[in-house]
């Protein structure tokens, strides 16, 4: 049985603040890095319910797979099953950063417009502290923010993707001189 000690209060209590620091630190850098695509991402949280779902979808599915290729590939190859295990997640650190904007926007100060990173910070700090609730927050929580942090990142990419193509397929329709069809006599 382990006693409390005041290392393994330590072990726990540096454990937990490098978790926090590590989750906070991701958003600010992609806040910072890719700013309109963050923005999109917040706006993809209007239906929360349907990015985790989405989310939940495209963690697993390549989750499992790659625990599979871990297991079945060859030692040289084993970096394939951590791609399909690790490309999901960070996805998800991409799309949180958005969930981390959109908390930090119902918490509004004065300078957020001449610095919109704070928006980040405040809303990953407390979106972060939710982590720290035993069990609940690393069984439950953080599972559920980064998948529907992946999910909204597949949304944003699939709305920019199609706005692409409309606006490719804009630009090389000729535009239409006259009416589309004959006069009727």
């Keep these: 049985m382990d006693y409390i000690t005041t290392a393994n209060v330590l072990l726990w209590f540096l454990l937990a603040l490098g978790f926090f620091l590590v989750f906070l630190s991701h958003w600010l850098v992609a806040a910072s890095l890719f700013p309109e695509y963050v923005r999109e991402c917040a706006e993809q949280y209007d239906r929360p319910l349907v990015v985790t779902l989405i989310g939940l979808l495209a963690l697993v599915v390549p989750s499992a797979l790659g625990a599979v290729l871990l297991n079945v590939l060859p030692a040289a190859l084993k970096w394939v099953g951590l791609f399909f295990i690790f490309a999901p997640l960070l996805g998800g650190l991409l799309g949180t950063a958005g969930l981390a904007r959109r908390i930090g926007c119902g918490l509004p100060a004065p300078g957020d417009r001449a610095?919109?990173?704070?928006?980040?910070?405040?809303?990953?700090?407390?979106?972060?502290?939710?982590?720290?609730l035993p069990l609940l927050g690393q069984l439950l929580a953080i599972p559920l923010v980064l998948s529907s942090g992946l999910g909204a990142s597949l949304l944003t990419w699939s709305a920019r993707r199609r706005a692409e193509r409309t606006e490719r397929a804009e630009r090389t329709?000729?535009?239409?001189?006259?009416?589309?069809?004959?006069?009727?006599?």
């Design 173 to 185: 329709e000729p535009p239409l001189s006259g009416p589309a069809f004959p006069a009727a006599p």
């Design 115 to 132: 610095q919109p990173w704070k928006q980040v910070l405040r809303g990953g700090t407390a979106l972060a502290l939710t982590f720290l």
